[in-house]
């Protein structure tokens, strides 16, 4: 998998699913978001335009709006990043990543409503009966899951499970009660601009004063499902602004889930770009343009 740019005066560390990282300092990395699209964990060969600077603008957006409630990694997304990146990198702080994905579920969709189908859990929470996919649960729910390496997929995992692989059941408590609380300040956020955060996914990491940090990305279309409020029904799968689009497509393909991940028609590829587009205008007020603006000056 090829980096998103080749930065010849700074070492590339790894190339993910989406992000780009390069080494800058003894504690600074360089996170380039690339346009690059995957859905079951695997990377289709054609890309999103713009993808990623939405993703690099909405996480600075969002890191702005939760401040009092959590530091996070940014350092800047000008100074120190170079010009070919700007808008779509930023410069962080190195952080101690926690071994798992925060998630939190408002509502019930994808894995968590195929697992309510069979035992009425998800990722071992006890929900109501007669719930429909789709519903809004009583209440967030937090259902960590594993990390996993390019090409193979994240595991659901329950709570006790999540503070054996971390070690430390405080901190996970901790960062259990902190996900949700961004979660809900989230969709309350998002549903005054239309948009229903039905669930997120969050990382966090130890910085080096051993203060819990948020890092990597907050509340965007990549880690998120956001549906749009005014075509809210529950009963069914809704659409949405995130690469749901891509996913569907994906699923009618009969493709096996596996890598390589196939090529994604030019119509499917536009369609995508629009709602990643609309989801950043929506929630921020701008369009895109003016976020690239602003950091180029």
């Known amino acids: 998998m090829a980096p998103v740019t080749a930065l010849a005066d700074l070492s590339l560390i790894s190339s ?48 702005d709006r939760i401040a009092g409630l959590v530091p996070n990694h940014t350092v800047s997304v000008t100074e120190g990043v170079p010009a070919e990146v700007r808008g779509s990198a930023v410069l962080a702080r190195k952080l101690e990543m926690l071994p798992v994905e925060c998630v939190v579920r408002g509502y019930l969709a994808g894995s ?52 054996g692989v971390v070690g430390d059941r405080d901190l996970m408590t901790k960062v259990r009660d902190l996900s949700i609380e961004i979660y809900k300040e989230g969709a309350e956020y998002a549903r005054t601009r239309g948009i229903i955060l039905a669930d997120t996914k969050f990382e966090f990491g130890i910085d080096e004063d051993g203060v819990l940090t948020i890092g990597d990305e907050v ?3 990549d880690s998120s499902r956001f549906w749009p409020a ?16 891509v996913r569907d497509w994906a699923v009618s393909t009969g493709w096996d889930k596996s890598p390589p991940a196939p ?35």
């Open 16 to 63: 993910g699913k989406v992000r780009d990282i390069y080494a800058v300092d003894d504690d600074k990395l360089l996170l380039v978001a690339s346009d690059r699209v995957s859905t079951f964990d695997a990377v289709h060969p054609n890309e999103i335009s713009s993808k990623g600077g939405v993703l690099t603008a909405i996480s600075n957006f969002w890191f």
């Open 230 to 245: 005014d075509q809210y029904e529950p009963g069914k799968g809704q659409p949405s602004f995130d690469k749901q689009i």
């Open 112 to 163: 968590g409503w195929a697992e309510y189908q069979e035992s009425g859990t998800v990722c071992g929470v006890a929900l109501p009966e007669g719930l429909q996919e789709s519903s809004q649960l009583p209440e967030p729910i937090f259902t960590p899951a594993t990390k996993a390496d390019v090409g193979d997929h994240d595991e659901n995992i329950d709570f006790d499970t999540a503070c």
């Open 263 to 297: 090529q994604i028609p030019e119509e499917v590829v536009n369609a995508t770009r629009a709602r990643y587009l609309e989801a950043y205008e929506l929630l921020t007020g701008e369009p895109l343009q003016t976020w690239l603006e602003r950091t180029q000056s």
């Open 219 to 221: 509340l965007t279309p």
